[in-house]
């Protein structure tokens, strides 16, 4: 049985003061319905950080998984960028 396809998303990491775990914001732009403006929509997840190797201001890669805890899902994959 093949496992299906998990999301993915790329955010910045604007905390990582819990143990194991970091809060990404992510960005997404929503076209107005009757402006056709673009809107700037950003989504705080808690993402699973098993070394703690993620500080803030990183850029990473999460990726959906099985709930570790009441309000994470998602688990880090990468580090695109680190923080300057």
């Known amino acids: 049985m093949e496992r299906g396809n998990r999301k993915t998303r790329t955010g910045i990491v604007v905390s990582d003061k ?4 970091v809060v ?3 960005e997404t732009f929503k076209t107005h319905s009757l402006y056709h ?4 929509r950003t989504t705080k997840f808690k993402a699973h ?5 993620c500080k ?6 999460i990726m959906e998984t099985k709930p570790l805890s009441k309000q994470k899902n998602w688990r880090v994959l990468n580090i695109v960028q680190k923080a300057k």
């Not at 950080?49 to 190797?53: I, K, L, V």
């Open 18 to 21: 819990m143990d194991k775990t």
């Open 24 to 26: 990404v914001a992510v």
């Open 37 to 40: 403006k673009q809107l700037k």
């Open 49 to 53: 950080d098993e070394n703690n190797e």
């Open 56 to 61: 803030t201001g990183d850029v990473i890669k």
